[in-house]
């Protein structure tokens, strides 16, 4: 399993970033994919969670601005993330559940701040 983020970077506060996750290794599109996240000091939390039939969901503190998709003919989970915060900066991880073990991509910084 590999998974590969990229799309990281600073942005100003109410500002978007579009994550993506390029996955192999695996049968992608049966797996559930994830987007977490975790901030200096704190613990890694689930930000949104997207299934094999596309059913998504989110923590209370993204929803309404943070979009998970998935493209299964590009084995691609993407976190569309708009109106951003500064309480938004953070590593970002993708993550896919197989076989039962956890894996993760390297992450990908996020910083918003003016």
């Known amino acids: 399993v590999r998974l590969v983020e990229s799309g990281g970077g600073m942005v100003q506060p109410g500002g978007s970033l579009r994550l993506s996750c390029a996955a192999s290794?695996?049968?992608?599109?049966?797996?559930?994919m994830g987007w977490y996240r975790q901030a200096p000091g704190k613990q890694r939390e689930l930000v949104a969670a997207i299934t094999s039939g596309g059913s998504t969901n989110y923590v209370d503190s993204v929803k309404g601005r943070f979009i998970i998709s998935r493209d299964n003919g590009e084995n691609t989970v993407y976190l569309q993330m708009n109106s951003l915060k500064s309480e938004d900066t953070a590593v970002y991880y993708c993550e896919a559940t197989v076989g039962g073990y956890q894996n993760w991509g390297q992450g990908t910084q996020v910083t918003v701040s003016s």
């Open positions: 290794g695996f049968f992608f599109s049966i797996y559930a």
